[in-house]
């Protein structure tokens, strides 16, 4: 599968990532060559086999719904680029009336 | 010998004999990493007050007359993914570039706890993502066996400075080889866990069905001693399996007489350098000699192993990565007008070139129309891939394989080829996919005299078996004891065993073959560990 620049346009929105020009054609070009090595894949039938997502077989780990203390707020927010009260500040969201 | 070219377990018991108190210990680290770490750069961060502030209190402790712990005074290097309280951690990432963690991943706490000393955090590739450390946001970490070459990755900055005695010993992660690779890559012992046994809570997540945590140390027995530490269910992390407690220092017997050692013929294929071909050879003689029985093994899906873990990776990888939007912690673009805009230009000035094509690799299969077709595929390989290594392991006690196609190579030298690149994980990516226990330990010299490890793989949950043949092997041979020559190589030059800059004198046997024969003990001659 050949990735186009406009491939690479429609992930990098997904990603949120921003790549200029010159970016876009070696991320085609580099995407285009990995994907084609892992084609390799095709090879083989895999028709009755069930897919493996973890090595190991657990299901539904829980835990008692016990009360206890968290992270402490202002330990949580000390990393914060930039904050507001107890909340992080972000740019605006929503697109103003 | 000097306290910072001791093992842990050397060290510890001085230490517990009082013979050197703690904050000796650490001074002596701190000084030798100032002495070498300008050349090898294996540090991002020096905890140096914080370690020294645990030393005195360590040596308060044993003042009192309270029992010496496993890992006693023993002075640790941390890679840069497991969150340390109070202690810059950055996956060397300029996006995470001043974050500091408000609590300490399991594993640091479990180092802590035996009495460990953590002295700083280490290099590695940014996010994990790479086998040479170049990946580096910050810079690349030298090998000490040669600084022109690199220490492999992405744990390279862990590996370099055990190598270099920069710390006695040190945890790496491993995804694809992250730990094996560089340990081999450097000449010491690196051990890949089943997947599940040790936690990952407060480390930074890559991969997370591949992602494990493994000791990095300059014998077998020190990662015994520090698997033993950090081994063990955590209920904060999900994929942590409950077992038993297991003395993996009990199981380590130098005796392999009789055991059932597979080599599995897809490992010694095409693309091997003719060196770690040479050196892997000899080894295999080695264990021959000492009684065991090598057979040979098929494990057919070899091949498909890259192609395999190079979409479940990335995949697991954007879908982690998407977490870094510039919002709760690390960098942030300044004066973005909305959020999208903010998040999409901290993401493209954060991450490196690196990081940011296994983004959109991992974005690509998993997106609409494409998932079935890269990410279900490879999933279901994924379980060919493990049924290969069940049926290979039923009739062998273990299996052995080189750890890497080549010794350590060159700056530059596979940064503008991603699949050349990733073909130096080749042997390793398996075991991660399987999620079954791997170590690579010193075998040799390649290449230049540069060293090869020999990978040992076992069933899940038999670390025991592995470390059982790796410290076998590890007795029978002088190679674990070589050291790199580095720092003041003056009259009192520190360098133990043999160093490679030596030529044929490298392996005490003068004959200077290519690959390098393996340093035999004579027979009956006594283990001295």
Excluded at chain 2, 289 to 302: E, N, Q, T
């Amino acid at each position: 599968m050949k990735i186009t620049i406009a491939d690479v346009d429609h992930v990098a929105m997904l990603a949120r990532l921003r790549f200029d020009e010159d970016e876009k054609a070696g991320m085609a070009e580099q995407l285009s060559r990995i994907v084609e090595y892992v084609e390799k894949l095709n090879e083989l039938d895999t028709g009755d086999v069930s897919p493996m997502a973890h090595a190991v077989p657990l299901r539904n780990v829980l835990r008692d719904d016990e009360v206890r203390a968290s992270l402490d707020p202002e330990e949580a927010l000390r990393n914060a680029p930039d904050r507001e009260g107890d909340f992080f500040r972000v740019p605006r969201i929503l697109e103003s009336e | 010998m000097r306290l910072y070219e001791l093992t842990a377990h050397e060290l510890k018991e001085k230490i517990e004999r009082r013979e050197v108190r703690v904050e000796e210990a650490v001074r002596a680290l701190l000084d030798r990493i100032a002495e070498v770490d300008e050349a090898v750069r294996a540090y991002v961060t020096l905890a140096r007050e914080q370690a020294l502030a645990k030393a005195r209190a360590a040596d308060e402790r044993l003042a009192r007359g309270e029992p010496a712990r496993p890992l006693e005074g023993v002075p640790v290097a941390i890679k840069d993914n497991m969150c340390t309280r109070g202690i810059e951690t950055t996956c060397s990432s300029k996006i995470l570039k001043g974050f500091v963690p408000p609590y300490d991943a399991t594993v640091v706490e479990l180092l802590e706890r035996a009495g460990a000393i953590i002295i700083g955090k280490t290099n590695m590739d940014e996010f994990a993502m790479g086998s040479s450390t170049e990946n580096s946001g910050f810079f690349p970490t030298r090998n000490p066996w040669d600084l022109e070459r690199v220490p492999g990755g992405s744990s390279g900055g862990s590996a370099a400075a055990v190598a270099a005695d920069e710390a006695v010993a040190a945890l790496g992660s491993d995804t694809g080889g992250s730990v094996r690779q560089p340990a081999a890559l450097c000449g010491v012992v690196g051990l890949k866990p089943t997947y599940g046994l040790v936690s990952r809570y407060g480390l930074i997540a890559f991969a997370s069905s591949l992602d494990q945590i493994g000791p990095i140390t300059k014998d077998v027995r020190d990662c015994a001693l520090v698997l033993g530490v950090i081994a063990g269910h955590d209920p904060r992390d999900s994929t942590s399996v409950p077992r038993k407690r297991c003395d993996y220092l009990k199981g380590l017997v130098p005796d392999v007489r009789g055991m059932r050692i597979g080599v599995p013929k897809e490992y010694f294929g095409e693309g091997m350098a003719p060196g770690v071909r040479a050196a892997v050879g000899a080894a295999l003689k080695t264990l021959q000699d000492m009684g065991a029985i090598l057979a040979d093994v098929s494990l057919p899906h070899s091949e498909y192993a890259l192609a395999t873990y190079y979409i479940v990776a990335p995949a697991e990888a954007s879908s982690n990565l998407a977490r870094y939007d510039g919002v709760r912690y690390g960098h942030r673009a300044p004066g973005c007008p909305d959020s999208v805009t903010m998040m999409t230009q901290t993401r493209s000035e954060g991450f490196g070139a690196e990081v940011k094509r296994r983004i959109m690799l991992g974005t690509y299969t998993l997106s609409a129309g494409y998932y079935e077709a890269y990410y279900l595929k490879a999933l279901k390989v994924r379980t060919l891939i493990t049924r290969d290594f069940d049926r290979a392991l039923e009739k062998c006690d273990c299996l052995v394989s080189p750890t890497s196609p080549t010794v350590a190579f060159r700056f530059g030298e596979k940064m503008n080829d991603p699949l050349a690149m990733y073909l130096s994980d080749i042997y390793t990516v398996t075991a991660n996919l399987a999620g079954i226990p791997a170590v690579s330990i010193p075998c040799g010299f390649g290449e230049d005299r540069m060293p090869v490890g020999l990978q040992i793989l076992g069933r899940h949950y038999d670390e025991a078996t592995v470390l059982r043949v790796a410290y076998a092997f590890e007795q029978a041979t002088d190679f674990h004891k070589a050291k790199p020559v580095l720092g003041g190589a003056g009259a009192d030059g520190a360098v133990v065993g043999v160093a490679p800059a030596c030529g044929a004198a490298a392996t005490g046997d003068g004959s200077g073959e290519a690959g390098g024969g393996p340093t035999r003990k004579p027979a009956g001659g006594e283990a001295d560990a």
